[in-house]
């Protein structure tokens, strides 16, 4: 009787409201910062149109791929992104650690940057924008206002001038030091817009699913609507015409740079979420019988349709920044912060209602960036609480939980408000959250489920979930094409590695290079480290070790579940489904 009771108190897991949910929070996560601020700018320095060369290489090789078996992965066994690998795959667990780890790396920087954008939506109320003058107590004698009466023919017995927007972001945001060593103190407006973004972000998830999936109907089709806005508005500006040329404009030379290649590579891993375990807890919550193939194709051509429509938007803007400052586009170009928070600031600037461009530009960034922070944070609780069942999915303990890991998150990200916060957020932006750390756990995600699993048995559970037969074009994919090319950028990413520098300038001190290096390990390091300590532990001679971890885990099966809840997991009745486990086990 005391059990039952105990039993009764547990909660169940639940699923999305509906597909529309599902298809929604997928969409805010996967479109986000990197869309807006990141692939224009790669396009235009990559060769332009040429550049969609070996975009549509590594979308069709491994972005689309990836996206599927992770999606796959999770709508199959209703689990979090590291008991899901539990039940494939037990060898492989370290991928689900890794990528957790990565996350939690992630929740930590891409945060920062939103609370930079309140910063920015918060001025934009003024009478008149305070990055466009040079009359501020934070402003140099070498600032100098940019419009259209004062172009460059008057800054000719001027070398060090910097603009006001530049000034603004480095010494009014910022109050940049000069070096990592440098922390000095906290940036207290910047530490209240940190606290309320983490606020916003704990309430839109702390009901799980239910919450969740309520919030993306406006956090993932907001933007959408902004951008549309910007779009129309920038293409309207003189000189838009000239900075879309210059953003398109074919260079089939350029296809022979490697770093062309690695740059798309790595822009299609971060962008499409793979590799971190997003796409196999969003894909948990969908009901059995899905139709995830479908929804992962449609969900890929919105992905990169945004980050082609949004390079429109930016540079219209910025050939018309180019055109009233008689200054070449190459010179206004930016990406990152220096896109969001420099360039695009001045270029609204010297637009009609400057408030109104500013407002909609930055409460665009913060919806773009915010519901990929929530989903990021929604993933690691909820791979958390799919470890810990019995004890963390009861009444309250969620609520505690996102509670603690928020505030561990906002405590362990206080030095990035510091003054010399920006070289530590760089540090963990460029060596902890994506790069190489994503390319090795994508590699060993696709051989794994590729040849441990079986590509043949993908398939028949693609077809039984949703009775659709997968193209063949995908088999070779998992088995072959997409960790060859994941391993190969992996490589190539050691072999040309470029140590970060900070503003093409600062170079940082070895110490902080190995610290970045550390991080980096950490999450790389996860995946043969489980597999040893998995292999040392398990019972048996070496091969029957081997044989037995790369085997769907038995006792983690779902046939092991009751009928009641087998029919509540698969969305109705299934009983091919259990017989089809244990065909697989």
């Known amino acids: 009787m005391g059990n039952e009771s105990q039993a009764s108190k547990v909660e169940e897991r639940g699923h999305w409201g509906s597909k529309v949910e599902f298809l929604l929070a997928v969409a805010g996560n996967v479109v986000g910062l990197g869309n807006v601020w990141r692939f224009p700018y790669l396009c235009y320095k990559n060769g332009g149109g040429a550049f969609l060369v070996p975009y549509l290489v590594f979308v069709v090789t491994c972005g689309v791929p990836l996206f599927l078996l992770e999606t796959t992965m999770g709508q199959y066994t209703q689990e979090g992104g590291i008991t899901a690998w539990r039940k494939l795959c037990p060898l492989a667990e370290g991928i689900g650690y890794g990528g957790q780890l990565i996350l939690f790396y992630s929740c930590m920087t891409y945060i920062i940057i939103l609370s930079w954008a309140l910063f920015y ?120 015409l000239q900075g879309v040329v210059f953003y398109l404009l074919p260079e089939p030379s350029r296809l022979q740079d490697p770093y062309v290649w690695m740059e798309a590579g790595s822009q299609i891993f971060f962008s499409y979420s793979v590799g971190v375990g997003s796409l196999i807890v969003l894909g948990s919550y969908n009901k059995y019988n899905n139709n995830c193939y479908k929804d992962c194709l449609w969900l890929c051509l919105l992905n990169s349709g945004t980050s082609v429509v949004a390079g429109f938007a930016v540079f219209s803007v910025l050939g018309f920044m180019a055109h009233e400052q008689g200054v070449p586009i190459a010179e206004v170009a930016e990406s990152g912060p220096g896109l969001a928070f420099i360039a695009y600031p001045q270029a609204v600037a010297l637009m009609p209602l400057p408030q109104l461009w500013s407002i909609c530009f930055f409460v665009m960034l913060i919806l773009l960036g915010l519901d990929t922070q929530f989903v990021a944070v929604e993933v690691v609780i909820t791979s958390i609480i799919d470890m810990f069942p019995t004890e963390l999915r009861r009444a309250g303990r969620r609520e505690l939980l996102l509670l603690l890991y928020c505030i561990v998150c906002f405590f362990s990200q206080i030095v990035m408000i510091t003054e010399g916060g920006m070289y530590v957020f760089q540090l963990f932006d460029y060596y902890a959250c994506n790069g190489v750390c994503i390319l090795f756990l994508c590699a060993f995600e696709a051989l794994t489920m590729g040849w441990l699993f079986g590509a043949e048995r993908l398939y028949i559970i693609i077809k039984d979930m949703t009775g659709v037969s997968v193209s063949l074009f995908f088999k070779i994919c998992w088995c072959y094409l997409t960790p060859l090319v994941s391993l190969g950028s992996f490589i190539c990413s050691l072999v040309w590695y470029q140590p970060l520098t900070f503003n093409r300038s600062y170079v940082y001190p070895g110490w902080a290079y190995t610290c970045g290096w550390v991080l980096a390990l950490s999450s790389i390091l996860l ?12 019972t048996g001679n070496l091969s029957q070790r081997f044989r037995h971890l790369c085997r769907p885990d038995p006792e983690h099966s779902l046939c092991q579940n009751t009928e009641m809840e087998l029919q509540h997991i698969c969305g109705g009745d299934q009983p091919a489904h259990c017989q089809l486990i244990r065909n697989i086990t």
């Not at 489980?530 to 398990?538: G, H, I, Q, R, S």
């Open 121 to 240: 939506l918060v001025f934009s109320f003024s009478s008149r924008l305070p990055w466009a003058t040079c009359n501020n107590y934070w402003n140099t004698d070498d600032c100098f206002e940019f419009s259209a009466q004062n172009n460059t023919f008057k800054l000719t017995n001027q070398t060090n001038i910097t603009s006001a927007a530049t000034e603004f972001w480095e010494r009014r945001v910022l109050a940049i030091s000069g070096g990592i060593e440098k922390t000095g103190s906290i940036r207290w407006e910047v530490l209240l817009c940190l606290i309320a973004m983490w606020i916003i972000c704990y309430f839109c998830i702390w009901k799980g699913v239910k919450s969740t999936g309520k919030v993306v109907y406006f956090t993932a089709t907001f933007p959408y609507v902004m951008l549309l806005v910007l779009l129309i508005r920038g293409l309207s500006l003189p000189g838009a």
């Open 527 to 538: 995946l043969p480290g489980w597999a040893l300590y998995k292999l040392v532990t398990v």
